[in-house]
Each structure stands twice: as C-alpha cells, then as structure tokens.
C-alpha cells in the first residue's frame, strides 16, 4: 500500500516542473518522512534488541577465574612469542569489532567478526577471527613478524561474500575478502570490512608457501540458518589437516568462509613450523609442574558409585594376576610398577590381566581404592609446539554394568558392559605463548568433546571440573543425564556433584613427556605398566538373552520388545566383551583426540 502511494507520488512529481513550489514543498516533506523513518528503524532495531533480552555473550570477554601464574623460568615456553624458523608469530587476543549478525548461527545468536588489533612493533596481521555470539570472547589470532622475506602484501583481494542482500539481523553491512597473494606465497586468513570498499594492500600479509601447511574447516561458527546448510554460505574454524605430535601445522586461529558446495577447495592455508628444535618452546619439568598445579581437574563422581579408581600399583599389590594365553590355570601376581609384565610387542591376545581369583578379594579389587588413586600424567607437543596438551589418564580396577532408562523403569543391564580395567582420560590444552588453558577434551570412551575455557566449570581458582558418570566413568563437563539412544530407550550415562571427589593434581604422577628427552638424559622415566601393549582386563562372553531374560522381569510386557531390539542395536562397545588397552596403544598418544 505505502509503496503504492509512494509510486504515485513518484509520478506525480515526474509530471511536475522542478521549479514549482508544490514540487519543493512535497520534496521536503519526503525528506522529512524519509528521516523519520530511518530513525524509526534504528529505534526498532535498538528496541528488538532489548526486546531479545539481556546483552550476547560475546559482548563480554572471557577470563580463567584467576589470574595466570607467573611461569618459573624455563626456555622458551610463555615468553609471548614462538619462532617458527624465520618467522616469528604471537597471539593476539584484542579486537575491534568490525560486522555483527544477530541471527543464525549456534542458537540462532548470530556471530561477530573482529580484526586483532594492538599489534606489538613490527607485527603484522595475518588474517581477521571470528566466532560465534553464544559464548564469551575467547579468541586468539597469530600475527607474524618477517625475518627473511617471508611475509608479503597481498596483490588484490577477491570479495568472497557480502551480507549486503541478507535480511537478518545485522550491525551494517558485512564483506569477507580473500587476499590474492603474490606467487609462491598463501594466504592464511580472511579480510573482513563494514564497507565495500577493498581493503588496503597493506592491511594483511600473505605467507611464503614454505611456511604454510594444508588445513580443514572444523567447528561451525555461522551460516545465515539456524543450522549449517552445506548448499549455502558457511564460516568455519580452521585448523590443521595433520595433527599429532610430529606435525608441523601451526593454526593461525583465523576462520574460512565459504559459498557452498561439495568439498570447496579450501582458499586459506594454516602456517607450518619450521624451527626443527620446536621443543624448545615446550613447558619443561618445573613448568609442567606448575601447569598441573594451576589446572589439574577435580573429578566427581555420582553419588551412587560402587567401582572406584585406585593406583595401578594398587591394583597390582591387591591381587590382580597376569594370564598367559596356554597357561590360563597358571595366573601370575603382578609387582608394583608392573616390571614383569610384558613390555612393548602388540595387542596379540597373548596375555590380559585380570581380578584376584578368590571372590572376597576380587569384591574388594573391583570397588578400587580412592584413596590410593592417582592421576597419570602425559605431556605432549600439539599443533608444532604452539600448544602443549596435558592428557590426564585415571585408571578403575572395574567398569560397573551398563543402566538403560526405558520409559520410566530404569533397568541394570546385569554383565551388559562390565568390564575389568577401565582406561579414562581428560585432555587439557595449554597456549605455549601465554600459559593459558585455552580449551578441554572430555573423553567419553571412543568419543569426546572439546569444550572451550569459557564453557568449563572451575574451582579453586582455575582447576577444572569434570564429572565421571556412574558405573561406566565417561567424563562430563556437566553433571545430568546424557541418554545414548532415542524413544524413550537408553543407556543413562548419569553423573552429578557429590560429595566423592578425585583432585587429580593431588599425588600425581607425570609418565611420560617424550620431548623433553634424548640421547644423553632421560628426564622422564616412564613405569613398566605404561609399556604393557596387551589387555587390562579378559575377553568376556555372557549370553545376552540370559542377561536381557534378567533384566525384562523389571518391565512391564508391553516395553520387552522394544527393550530387546535396541539391547540387540548396541555396538560391541557397549556391550563390553573386550578388556580395554593402556593409554599407550589409544590414538591419542602421539595423535590428537577425535
Ligand atoms: C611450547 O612450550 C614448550 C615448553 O616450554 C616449549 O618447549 C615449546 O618450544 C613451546 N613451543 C613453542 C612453539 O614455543
Ligand atoms: C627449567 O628451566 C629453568 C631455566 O633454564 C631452570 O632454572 C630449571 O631448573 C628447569 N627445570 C627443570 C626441572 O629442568
Ligand atoms: C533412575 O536412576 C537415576 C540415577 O540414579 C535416579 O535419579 C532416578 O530417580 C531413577 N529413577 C527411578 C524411576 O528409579
Ligand atoms: C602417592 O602415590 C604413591 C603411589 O601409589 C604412593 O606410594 C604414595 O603413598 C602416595 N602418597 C601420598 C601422599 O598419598
Ligand atoms: C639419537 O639416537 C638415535 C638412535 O640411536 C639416532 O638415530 C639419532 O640420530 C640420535 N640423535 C641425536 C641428536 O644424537
Ligand atoms: C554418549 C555417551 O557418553 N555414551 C556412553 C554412555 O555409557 C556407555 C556405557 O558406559 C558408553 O559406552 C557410552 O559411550
């Protein structure tokens, strides 16, 4: 209708001389509505805001509840800056932000785009961060100083994509441009502007292909819908292709936008280290230390455990026995730190270890020993040195039977997922330029999350909290029910905060930190037990009619079909048939969590 008069009004005008008065004075008018309206949408714009509630958690900037420690001296690890062989590189973590949708994204929050700012004398940016506006600012980019003609401004830039016809909420109007980069060099990031003018060469650099790396788009950080349309437009986080520790991809904590498409041929690369001695940026003994002091998690368990961890020496003082495969009548007690098991050789099936034989003692051993339990420690490269993870290994002489919730009934699934020797694991990975504890993985058997500081509980300062859910010891970073299966049928995975708590840093015991070894000194020891490859605990075989037989007399009839079906649906995993292996022989060792 308005567009309708508006239209007339257009023509009318059209048809009158421009020197009229009648033309001036409708003119003028226009003007005057055409202002109002504008400010009309700006107050509506304000006001929708308010309406949606309190401001975004982006707004806010995330910090570890206590300060950093200062680190004790060590070479080169928190100094602020890493040389990756003729190209030095630090982390920003100051913005300006520079375009923001309130729309899409993680929980629909939109996503704001920075560029880093007070960069140190000499610095460069390398390329702009952006994340979603559903957790506090917790970011970091590299920015990179040149040694030896390494950097170069890039020759033009190629407007990727504008929200210029997006009708979603948004701060302005948004540009993402990719840098084209001289030959022979890579660009590592994108640029991003609130106008469409091109950005300025010398805005950005673009690294010499030698010190570049392949990279993949990982975690989603927006589309325009509430889910990532893989047709549409999408920003991802980036992060090396190979990881491990012996990879040299650095990430340059930049994002990668794209248009859509089956597997688009990636336009930005990650950096590469190239400093062959990357050790030297690594936390050593004493700084190790002092990350576990500062760090090391408390794990809760649910009030309703029955099987609790102890020391591995615990359980090898308390009657656990090493088997041999054809000597199965003749079980050997096992000595403290596990020196007459076999060391190294593979996962063949030719020994496992198991409880003590006599039924009292083997009662005692399942229920483990709290007190005597410790944490075993791991310390580890990650990201060419950048990074240092610190996996966090506990050990449970027994992992109690599976519970499944059907319907209202919850339901002990009786031998279903028992097994002797229980493995489990938290990752902490630690910024090797400030110390920081810059995110968290919480190992759920073959699976896990990354969870970022900024949606970690903490206490004591900055001691993580995670909690190990009942009778199975999956880590959480929340207590409540995680329920793995659909309809009503699952396996409850239960964990909550009580008063039964394991500090990990209390008594630990670092195993094994590789790098800071070599051919003259051993600087840590690592214990036999770490270097038995076989099975902590027997092949098990049950019937699991009899089982589900057992556990179907707790519900009704018309829930025993169904139960049976997703009983029957469980992969061998859950179903618990394997003893589990030691840390060594999990692909997390040497390579990056999932
Ligand atoms: C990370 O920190 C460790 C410990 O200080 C150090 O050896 C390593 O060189 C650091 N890496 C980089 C790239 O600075
Ligand atoms: C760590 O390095 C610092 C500085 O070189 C040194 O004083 C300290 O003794 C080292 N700590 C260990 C345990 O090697
Ligand atoms: C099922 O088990 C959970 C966790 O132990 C408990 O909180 C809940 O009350 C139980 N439900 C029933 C119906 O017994
Ligand atoms: C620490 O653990 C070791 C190995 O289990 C044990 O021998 C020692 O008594 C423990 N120390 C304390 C203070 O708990
Ligand atoms: C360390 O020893 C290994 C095997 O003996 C050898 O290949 C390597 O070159 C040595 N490294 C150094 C730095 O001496
Ligand atoms: C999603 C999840 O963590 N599921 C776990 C629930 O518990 C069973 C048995 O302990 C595990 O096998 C699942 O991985």
Known sequence: MTVLVLVFVLVFLETLQPNSRIYSRIKRSL???????????EMGNCLSFFETGKALPVES???LPSPLLTWPPGTGFGLGTIDLGGLQVCQITSFDKVWSTREGGPDNLGAT????SSLPEGFFMLG???QPNNQPLHGWVLAGK????VLREPIDYTLLWSSESLKIKQDGIGYIWIPVPPDGYRAVGHVVTSSQEKPSMEKVRCVRADFTDQCEANTWIWGPGKTSDPNGFNVF????KTRGTTAMGVPVGTFI???????????????????????SFMPNLSQIEALIQAYSPWVYFHPGEA????SVSWFFNNGALLYKKGEESKPIPIDSTGSNLPQGGSNDGAYWLDLPVDGKAKERVKRGDLQSSQAYFHIKPMYAGTFTDIAIWVFYPFNGPARAKVEFFNVSLGKIGEHVGDWEHLTLRVSNFSGELWKVYFAQHSKGVWVDSSEVEFQNGNKVVAYASLHGHASYPKPGLVLQGSNGIGIRNDTAKSKIVMDTGENCSIVAAEYLNNNKTTVVEEPPWLNYFREWGPKVSYDIAEEIKKADKHLPGVLRKDFEKFIRSLPNEVLGEEGPTGPKMKNNWNGDEA
């Open 113 to 116: 785009f920075f560029e880093p």
């Open 257 to 279: 936008a794209q248009n859509g498409g089956k597997d688009p041929p990636l336009s930005l690369v990650c950096l590469r280290n190239n400093y062959l001695n990357y050790e």
């Open 31 to 41: 003007n005057f509505v055409n202002k109002v309206t504008e400010k009309l949408t």
């Open 307 to 310: 099987y609790f961890p102890s």
């Open 237 to 240: 986080n980036l992060r090396p």
């Open 61 to 63: 900037a995330f910090q």
């Open 146 to 149: 040149d040694q030896s003609d």
């Open 128 to 130: 702009c961060y952006s």
